[in-house]
């Protein structure tokens, strides 16, 4: 059975930082590319950040976000700095069988509960 739990969610002012995790277990995930995706109420989920053998953000969160691995522990962190009203949404990390970079929520296999990011103003 393949599980993603994120944790590390929580509330924040505007400015602060939040560092999110994604546990990985049943598979090893260090050579699979991992993504971290967010959804606002009212709106699609979208794509936040991915990781392989490169990195690629949303051109909102460049600069202020980056997503890192750990492959002995499993994990996948989201170091989120500078935080904004507009993050606020609930942010969930996925994990795809196939290689290569993808934006879309359907191209990942495997999906976490999500946890949610508030930021206050």
């Known amino acids: 059975q393949v599980q993603l739990v994120e944790s590390g969610g929580g509330l924040v002012q505007a400015g602060g930082s939040l560092r999110l995790s994604c546990a990985a277990s049943?598979?090893?995930?260090?050579?699979?590319?991992m993504g971290w995706f967010r959804q606002a109420p009212g709106k699609e989920r979208e794509f936040v950040a991915y990781i392989s053998y490169n990195t690629y953000y949303t051109d909102s969160v460049k600069g202020r976000f980056t997503i890192e691995r750990d492959s002995a522990q499993n994990t996948v962190y989201l170091q989120m700095n500078s935080l904004k009203p507009e993050d606020t949404a609930v942010y969930y990390c996925?994990?795809?069988?196939?290689?290569?970079?993808?934006?879309?929520?359907?191209?990942?296999?495997?999906w976490g509960q999500g946890t949610q990011v508030t930021v206050s103003s």
């Open positions: 049943g598979r090893t995930f260090s050579n699979y590319p």
């Open positions: 996925a994990a795809r069988k196939t290689r290569g970079l993808s934006y879309y929520a359907n191209a990942y296999d495997y």
